[in-house]
């Protein structure tokens, strides 16, 4: 089993950065796909980004896209979210996930992921 723990969250002001970092121990990530995920109170988690095993093929959601750029660095067991431009809409905890059957791909769907960190808070202030 893969443990994940994200890092990077914090209070940011409309129109700023962030960096979010998942870090791996366990098992290496590099035959995984990875997906980012977020959630707000009284709303389920949505899709964020994700990235195939070998980092070919991402996908976005469409309010991410052009925005938020996901990336893996296999040799650190990491994946990183860079978000840039950031809306008081993209407030919520944010969760990376591993994806241990289908690593080829990119999936959408929460139900499609096997491990889960504990999510990191991003605020942003308009």
């Known amino acids: 089993q893969v443990q994940l723990v994200e890092s990077g969250g914090g209070l940011v002001q409309a129109g700023g950065s962030l960096r979010l970092s998942c870090a791996a121990s366990?098992?290496?990530?590099?035959?995984?796909?990875m997906g980012w995920f977020r959630q707000t109170p009284g709303k389920e988690r949505e899709f964020v980004a994700s990235?195939?095993?070998?980092?070919?093929?991402?996908a976005y959601a469409d309010s991410v896209k052009g925005r938020f750029t996901v990336s893996r660095d296999d040799a650190k067991n990491t994946v990183y979210l860079q978000m840039n431009s950031l809306k008081p809409e993209d407030t919520a905890v944010y969760y990376c996930?591993?994806?241990?059957?289908?690593?080829?791909?990119?999936?959408?769907?929460?139900?499609?992921?096997?491990?889960w960190g504990q999510g990191t808070q991003v605020t942003v202030s308009s």
């Open positions: 990235i195939n095993f070998s980092g070919g093929r991402t």
């Open positions: 996930a591993a994806n241990i059957v289908d690593w080829a791909g990119t999936s959408r769907q929460s139900t499609d992921y096997n491990s």
């Open positions: 366990g098992r290496t990530i590099s035959t995984y796909a």
